[in-house]
């Protein structure tokens, strides 16, 4: 049965946890995956995680099954910090919310049921994006293309290259976006570019999936959400993937959900339904313990605000990080511009490495970054940055 099964290749990013934990060396750095770690070197578990987990503890809760939308509350919570609590949208009876397992199962999700009912065959990517993102929608059954989006010549947006190549799909394709954050360039759209890409995704009729992955780690929890409202302020349907792995520190929970903005409550009531049936038969209902916790902080004043000063406390570990980061490869000898690790915004910076380099990262430095040069800002503190930015410029300068 299992002979023809031929060996698949590491996964481009979760891969490297492994070759990284195999790694024997002391000095050894993981800037590959997207995990926020503190200056200590640790995953932080968030003061108000813990308080809304103690509670729950004592509780003493019995574990039945969640609805397969999840948890209300939950539901309910994601959609305020999506759209606003002053939004009308949230009371017009057009949206569903369904939690799912992290951003990826949200994405996963969407993308079966776009592909299922609606007969959505085409998506398009930013090039780059996320390694997942081209891997997902291909095993969803789709064809993936992509969109220009990076500018490597300024390490900005190429907004131009983006408007054609959205514009030229054929009507009525799924464009993914990133919210805010762009994983991997770090490289967001300002108010102003939106605009444009709302007009163009308007006028052909496409349908925008936003992946908000890292809401609060730009600017704040607000105005990382202005595409999102842009969006709403359209009226027109759309899609939004949100995960609260980062924000929350929340990886292993598997905490994300699925927001889809239909027309009219009738059409909301036939596509929950449809929605559910996706669910059940794929995994029936969601875990309950992550959508608890991040419930219990959403809806309760005093958490939320320890929650928000926290994701304050981690966006500005990760912007001294960058200074840090771009004067030290600086004082190692870099003469190439890296003012830009300072513009770039969430977790990672967009390095310009190439394949080699960051092959040289790891066998000589025992640095770990993704190949596409990649690295994960939030995984520096001061007891790696110095070995971090020599062994970067002892390879940007061979
Ligand atoms: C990342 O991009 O590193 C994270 O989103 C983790 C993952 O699942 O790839």
Not at 166 to 184: D, F, K, Q, R
Request: hydrophobic residues 45%; proline residues 4%.
């Amino acid at each position: 049965l299992f002979f023809p099964v031929e060996m698949a290749p590491h996964d481009p990013i979760l891969g490297l946890n492994e070759t990284y934990n195999a790694d024997l060396r002391a000095e050894k750095v993981n800037l590959g995956v997207g995990v926020y770690y503190d200056e200590a070197g640790k995953v932080p578990l968030l003061r108000a995680v813990q308080a809304a987990e103690e509670a729950r503890v004592a509780e003493h809760a019995p574990r039945s099954y969640l609805p397969i939308e999840g948890l209300a509350p939950y539901d309910l919570a994601v959609q305020k910090l999506l759209f606003g609590t002053e939004s009308s949208i949230v009371e017009s009876g057009r949206l569903i919310t369904a939690q799912s397992l992290g951003g990826t199962g949200a994405l996963k999700l969407g993308a079966d049921f776009l592909f299922r009912l609606t007969g959505k065959k085409l998506v398009a990517i930013s090039d780059p994006s996320w390694e997942n993102h081209r891997a997902l929608f291909e095993a969803a059954g789709y064809e993936v293309v992509t969109y220009p989006y990076y500018d490597a010549a300024t390490n900005g947006l190429n907004l131009n290259g983006m408007l054609e190549g959205i514009e030229a799909l054929p009507e009525g394709s799924v464009v993914l976006l990133h919210a805010c954050c762009h994983n991997p360039t770090g490289v967001d759209l300002g108010l102003a570019d939106w605009a444009r890409v709302i007009d163009v995704i308007q006028r052909k009729n496409h349908v925008p999936f936003l992946d908000i992955a890292y809401q609060g780690f730009g600017e704040n929890l607000q105005d990382d959400a202005l595409a999102v409202r842009l969006f709403a302020e359209t009226g027109m349907p759309f899609l939004v993937a949100s995960s609260f792995s980062k924000s929350f520190s929340l990886y292993g929970e598997r905490v994300g959900a699925l927001t889809l903005v239909t027309s009219t409550p009738d059409e909301r009531d036939r596509v929950l339904s449809q929605l559910k049936r996706v669910i059940r038969t794929n995994y029936s209902n969601p875990p309950t313990h992550g959508a608890k916790v991040v419930a219990a902080v959403l809806n309760n004043p005093e958490l939320y605000a320890m929650w928000e000063d926290e994701l304050a406390e981690m966006r500005e570990r990760i912007r001294g990080m960058r200074q840090a980061l771009a004067e030290k490869l600086k004082e190692a000898g870099v003469t190439q511009d890296v003012d830009y690790i300072q513009r770039q915004r969430g977790m990672f910076s967009y390095s310009g490495l190439n394949k080699d380099q960051v092959k040289r990262l790891a066998d000589e430095f025992a640095i770990y970054a993704v190949s596409s040069g990649r690295i994960c800002v939030a995984a520096l503190n001061s007891a790696n940055i110095d070995h971090v930015a020599k062994a970067i410029a002892a390879v940007m300068k061979d």
